[in-house]
């Protein structure tokens, strides 16, 4: 099958309450650009502070950016058992796509810090995300996130300290950890720039085209 040369743009996302996550998304923008890639770390909550009038138009919007690019990456934190619900939104509108691009999937979470629990078979967070959604993702991790108590309130702050204590983590609530390994975050770009360098095949091209995608 012959191929095309076809000028790589990554749709980069992030869900997130406390930062950890967007500092992951924009971490790993400033990798793409050094590698020649320019994407810009997006907040995937915008399009839900919309009216109720606006939100088809912004999900349309946000389908054509994800169709049309060749990569579209997502980095979303867990919070009581679940992703957030924008990341949700986003894979929902990805996967509605007739012809969607590769897709690399980072769960941001606290289970993560432990090394058997960042892959989709140690992690139940990201394995149910991806059943819920019937994704199959060309990459898909956990990053372990930041425990910061004196950020959480109150409530938020006993509940996680109970979990920690469950599962032997630190339960001062003093501590602030970041638990992220920049260095996973390294190989997963890595990943991502592999996925911009395969090349389109012509098929694929005529279905986006046939799809008004350009
Ligand atoms: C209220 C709250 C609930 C959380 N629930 C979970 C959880 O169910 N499982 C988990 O592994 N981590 C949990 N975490 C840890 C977060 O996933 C972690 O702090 C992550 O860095 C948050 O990402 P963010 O800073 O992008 O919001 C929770 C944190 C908070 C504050």
């Known amino acids: 099958m012959s191929t095309v040369e076809c000028h790589a743009s ?28 320019a994407a810009a770390a997006q ?15 912004l999900a349309t919007d946000l389908a054509t950016e994800l169709a049309g690019a060749s990569v579209v ?13 924008e990341a949700d939104r986003l894979l929902a509108v990805y996967q509605s796509l007739d012809t969607p691009p590769p897709l690399a999937l980072a769960s941001v979470n606290l289970t993560a810090r432990k090394p058997l629990k960042t892959t989709v ?31 959480y309130r109150f409530t938020d702050r006993q509940i996680i300290r109970f979990i920690m204590l469950l599962t032997r983590g630190p339960t001062d609530p003093n501590t602030c950890i970041e638990y992220t390994s920049w260095q996973a975050v390294d190989e997963f770009v ?14 694929d091209d005529q279905a986006r085209r046939e799809n008004n995608v350009s």
């Open 73 to 85: 990456v997502l980095v979303a934190a867990v919070r009581y058992g679940r992703h957030l619900p």
């Open 43 to 57: 907040d995937s909550a915008l399009a839900q502070i919309a009216p109720m009038d606006m939100a088809k138009d």
């Open 121 to 151: 078979a140690g992690n139940a967070y990201l394995r149910k995300l991806i059943a819920r959604h019937c994704l199959a993702p060309a990459v898909a991790t956990a990053f372990a996130g930041r425990l910061d108590y004196r950020r």
């Open 190 to 203: 890595a990943r991502i720039i592999e996925l911009t360098r395969r090349p389109q095949s012509v098929s």
């Open 10 to 37: 990554v749709a980069l996302y992030y869900a997130t309450r406390d930062g950890q996550s967007r500092r992951i998304a924009e971490y790993i923008a400033s990798r793409l650009a050094e590698a020649g890639t």
